[in-house]
């Protein structure tokens, strides 16, 4: 499957913006999706994942309560939507994608077999 994240952007502290990842090439229901960010000089993180069919979510403490992941099976679309924005959520986001089912692993980045080029996030203070 091939990913393309897109929806990223300049927003000042507290402001909002809703990333897209967009799947092609496989059947995206499939895989469980996950978000994942980088910042400049620190390791890649997890963000949310979500499950095939959506019913199952998961979220990194420090985004519970601002971000929100869904999916759209039907239009091959996931999302990220991420409010109350920090300075310190400035960095790549990424989004993955990995097959089978949801397993207690699911916030590990060496799981997940696919990932699209991310997009930039800037929070200005």
């Known amino acids: 499957v091939q990913l393309q994240a897109s929806g990223g952007g300049l927003v000042q502290t507290g402001g909002s913006l809703r990333l897209s990842c967009t799947a092609s090439?496989?059947?995206?229901?499939?895989?469980?999706v996950g978000w994942f960010r980088q910042a400049p000089g620190k390791e890649r993180e997890f963000v949310a994942a979500?499950?095939?069919?959506?019913?199952?979510?998961y979220y990194a403490d420090s985004m519970k309560g601002r971000f929100t992941i869904s999916r759209d099976n039907a239009k091959n679309t996931g999302n990220l939507q991420m409010n109350s924005l920090k300075p310190e959520d400035t960095a790549v986001y990424y989004c993955?994608?990995?097959?089978?089912?949801?397993?207690?692993?699911?916030?590990?980045?060496?799981?997940?077999?696919?990932w699209g080029q991310g997009t930039q996030v800037t929070v200005s203070s």
């Open positions: 979500i499950s095939r069919s959506g019913d199952i979510t």
């Open positions: 090439g496989r059947t995206f229901s499939s895989y469980v």
């Open positions: 993955a994608a990995r097959s089978g089912y949801w397993t207690y692993d699911t916030a590990q980045r060496g799981t997940y077999e696919y």
